[in-house]
């Protein structure tokens, strides 16, 4: 117990920590409070106030409630309807009725007044409202009749052992129906599906973003746990003692266990809180099919049973993964190194999780994948079975196995390297690596004398960057090739519309764009009110002429932008027609950019962590400050990193920009910028080539910046651990949070210029 005081005390002893899971803390419910207010479909009020409204109720008291609240919005509608004519003199009121609405007469009568001076009954007003209310009813009528969709999912799954592919009953297709069909009817008859407020549960365990920032406490844990003894060089001491090895490392695994869980509990009990507060949780003990997103599952627990799983499961996996940092700590030593294969590792898993289809023979690496075990809520509320040597298993049993092989390994493979001797030992790649560094310094004409030299030396040799440039050489160019964008139809008539268009407007381009106007929206508004007359004959000439001129969807969409851009063109004679495409796709704000910084800050902030901290850990700055280098050494390894990540910034977005000039050409580049609509706002005298290379330097600016953060915070607190955590929280985190699309998550901090695009919206 004395030993496990001792490493519970040795994490928790600086005030780093605590400001790290403070600002944790805040980061989630920020984040919550900012996707509450802006992802929801509707208002979080009216959500509140609906579920307050149908508090106690059963199933069928809710239904009879919001039928009665959606019949008094049909008679406002209905009475302001006519009203609305009757004041207008138009005849045509005598013929609104009733029935229109799909009311009768007597519930105007009854309704009418309520209708009319009560303006409380709206949770948004009359036109949200119907949706609203409608979404909420159809949620409650399918969990009311669970029975209904059981029976329909077993004879859809009947139905498909008619089909030929499904024949085979050695295969996992056929045994996959038949487990579903089982599964199923064991639920019928005994699942007493009850009214309760679904959303509450499903916000308050579904939220990724709160997953991302426990991954981040379990590396900070891990790390602090194992480095900082590596770092100041007391493992060896720690190990010369009587319960140095074994006794240490139990205590270890125990201390963060001890830590991870409070922290889990603490951020998703502030959801739950949250949750429970503006939309309710219902009856806990009512059956978890009772929840919209859980009508899919199989599984006989009620929503307090979900969530004493949920948070199971949780702990199982994060303390898995801190387990495993432990590992590769000890294995590698280099806190740079293990962070960049644990973003490398994520990255991997969330591209498999979200990309590979559900009928992929590849969807064992979707589900036995961290990244679905972390989620809780998709392993639980979906009927998921895993293709298991032609078997299919649950995926909620898949979970429980792996975890549970994972945990054993992860922590057998942990004591084993902590209780294993100190050796030293030279891997193949990094012993080639050092050989070339020595031939270079034996060759240096001022061998010792040369700061710069010795610099360059310590970054690409001693922290292996120059591994990292000759991988990101190599990987640039498949990467690009492997999701180059695509040319689509609306792109296709943009660039037909625009080799008759480009350059400034002139009377024959006017001409052109009024009879393909009349071609392309004329025929569909004459064809659309032919419809609407019933106008067989007519309807029939306008449909072959359509055809003829092959008018669909994408040449309409592809046409309004053209209208648009001719309208901003005729405010000024020196503006033209560009087609702009291309541009559009590298100034568009997405996903991919976003992916792109990403990669790029976490390599930088692995290999400069422990560039700018190694003097400090071991104590050579104290030698370096009593030299008359000392000034010039920090300023020329600042110098050598900016232009190190300049050569690896330029080779990957000038790739970037190949990649869309390929697909989509970069036309009439010395035009004024402020011809295309996007960039409306910007001066005339800017061409396009100048709005380009703003773009690349605003990215490259926020990249430096990440330099200079890494720096400061490497020198400040002297640790790589604690540097590397807080860079993973001021770069890394709001990136997360941009690609799994938290609302005006483009605008956390420096994601504006690492992103560029915003700015640019």
Not at 175 to 192: P, S, V
Not at 234 to 251: C, D, E, Q, R
Not at 712 to 738: D, E, N, R
Request: net charge negative.
């Amino acid at each position: 117990m004395k030993l496990l005081r001792h490493e519970l005390h040795k994490i928790l002893s600086t005030k780093i920590i605590y400001v790290f899971f403070a600002a944790a803390l805040a980061i989630n419910v920020f984040v919550m409070f900012i996707s509450s207010a802006f992802a929801l479909d509707f208002p979080i009020e009216a959500y509140s106030k609906i579920y307050s409204d149908m508090e106690n109720m059963t199933s069928q008291q809710a239904l009879d409630f919001l039928d009665e609240k959606l019949v008094i919005l049909n008679v406002y509608d209905y009475k302001r309807t006519k009203e609305m004519f009757l004041g207008m003199g138009n005849d045509s009121a005598v013929n609104i009725t009733p029935e229109q609405y799909g009311l009768t007469q007597e519930q105007v009568d009854k309704y009418g007044d309520i209708a009319e001076n009560d303006d409380t009954q709206f949770y948004i007003n009359v036109f949200s409202d119907k949706q609203f209310l409608t979404g909420i009813y159809e949620e409650i009528q399918l969990t009311n009749d669970y029975d209904a969709y059981a029976d329909e999912i077993i004879s859809k799954a009947q139905q498909m052992t008619g089909i030929s592919i499904f024949a085979p009953k050695d295969g996992f297709s056929r045994r996959n129906i038949e487990k579903t069909i089982a599964d199923y009817q064991a639920l019928k008859g005994n699942i007493g599906t009850e009214f309760g407020a679904s959303k509450g549960v499903e916000f308050a365990t579904n939220s990724p973003y709160t997953d991302i920032i426990i991954l981040i406490i379990c590396f900070y844990v891990a790390v602090t746990c194992v480095m900082q003894e590596k770092e100041t060089g007391m493992t060896n001491l720690v190990k010369a003692t009587k319960k140095g090895y074994l006794h240490t490392a139990f205590s270890k695994l125990g201390a963060v266990f001890l830590i991870i869980v409070p922290c889990i509990l603490l951020l998703y009990g502030t959801n739950f809180i949250y949750a429970s507060a503006y939309f309710s949780m219902g009856d806990l003990s009512r059956p978890i099919q009772s929840v919209s997103g859980f009508l899919a599952s199989t599984a006989q627990i009620s929503v307090l049973e979900y969530f004493i799983l949920f948070f199971i499961s949780k702990i199982a996996v994060a303390f898995a993964v801190t387990v495993l940092i432990m590992l590769l700590c000890n294995k590698i030593g280099n806190g740079g190194i293990v962070f960049a294969v644990i973003a490398l590792a994520v990255a991997v898993e969330t591209v498999m999780f979200y990309t590979i289809p559900a009928s992929s023979f590849l969807h064992i690496f979707k589900y036995i994948n961290i990244m679905c075990f972390l989620n809780g809520y998709h392993m639980f509320s979906q009927y998921i079975n895993v293709n298991v040597f032609m078997y299919p298993v649950a995926l909620v049993t898949c979970f429980a196995v792996v975890m549970a092989v994972l945990l054993i390994l992860f922590a057998t493979l942990y004591i084993k390297s902590h209780c294993a001797p100190m050796k030293h030992r030279t891997h193949r790649i990094t012993a080639i690596v050092s050989k070339i560094g020595e031939n270079i310094s034996r060759k240096s004409p001022t061998p010792g004398c040369n700061v710069f030299s010795h610099e360059l030396f310590k970054l690409t040799i001693v922290y292996k960057t120059v591994l990292v440039f000759v991988l990101v050489i190599i990987a640039v160019p498949f990467v690009y090739s492997a999701f180059a964008p695509s040319f689509d139809k609306v792109d296709m008539y943009k660039q037909g519309y625009m080799s008759v268009l480009e350059g400034v407007m002139t009377e024959e381009k006017e001409q052109y764009i009024a009879k393909e106007n009349e071609i392309v929206f004329e025929l569909s508004e004459k064809y659309m009110q032919a419809m609407m007359e019933q106008n067989t004959q007519e309807v029939e000439r306008l449909k072959r002429l359509m055809a003829e001129n092959v008018i669909d969807i994408e040449r309409e969409f592809a046409f309004s932008h053209v209208l648009a851009t001719a309208e901003h063109i005729r405010t000024d004679s020196e503006l033209e027609f560009v087609f702009d495409s291309g541009y559009a796709k590298l100034f568009d704000v997405k996903t991919d950019d976003g992916i792109m910084a990403l990669a790029i800050a976490a390599c930088v902030i692995a290999l400069m962590c422990p560039a700018f901290a190694c003097e400090y850990e071991s104590g050579m700055q104290t030698l370096l400050n009593s030299t008359k280098h000392r000034r010039r050494a920090n300023t020329t390894k600042l110098a050598v990193c900016i232009i190190g990540f300049m050569l690896m910034f330029f080779g990957i977005y000038v790739a970037n920009f190949v990649s869309v000039a390929s697909v989509y050409g970069m036309p009439m580049m010395d035009t004024a910028a402020k011809s295309m609509l996007m960039f409306a706002d910007i001066p005339k005298f800017i061409p396009i080539w100048g709005v380009v290379l703003i773009l690349y330097l605003i990215r490259l600016s926020g990249f430096i910046a990440v330099i200079f953060a890494t720096r400061f915070f490497a020198i400040k607190f002297k640790s790589t651990v604690k540097a590397l955590v807080i860079m993973m929280a001021v770069v890394c985190l709001p990136l997360m949070f941009f690609i799994i699309d938290v609302p005006y998550s483009e605008w956390f901090i420096l994601n504006p210029l690492l992103l560029g695009t915003p700015i640019f919206a």
